[in-house]
Nanobody, 115 residues
Framework: QVQLVESGGGLVQPGGSLRLSCVASGSIFGIYAMGWYRQAPGKQRELVAG???????NYADSVKGRFTISRDNARDTVYLQMTSLKPEDTAVYYC?????????WGQGTQVTVSS
């Protein structure tokens, strides 16, 4: 059974940085696309960033130049480095794995950007 476990969320001041991690188990990590969505209170879940098995990346316009997604296939882990954080980045961040026939999701990690 596929399991995704996120970590690294927390409270940070505007302009600060955080790095989220998502460790996967139960699948052949290296062959699947991975990524991050987020959901703020009262809003729909939105794509933040994705990375293919080959390392190609895509980002939401709102985070381009501030967030970087990467993956370490040896550690079955995908990362989201977030810099220059803004209050509007406050949300629960969810890791996903595109298993082609379905998607697996983590439980989410809260990121709060506030002074």
């Amino acid at each position: 059974q596929v399991q995704l476990v996120e970590s690294g969320g927390g409270l940070v001041q505007p302009g600060g940085s955080l790095r989220l991690s998502c460790v996967a188990s139960g699948s052949i990590f290296g062959i699947y696309a991975m990524g991050w969505y987020r959901q703020a209170p009262g809003k729909q879940r939105e794509l933040v960033a994705g990375i293919t098995s080959g390392g190609n990346t895509n980002y939401a316009d709102s985070v381009k130049g501030r967030f970087t997604i990467s993956r370490d296939n040896a550690r079955d882990t995908v990362y989201l480095q977030m810099t220059s954080l803004k209050p509007e980045d406050t949300a629960v961040y969810y890791c996903y794995q595109d298993l082609r026939t379905r998607w697996a999701w983590g439980q989410g990690t809260q990121v709060t950007v506030s002074s």
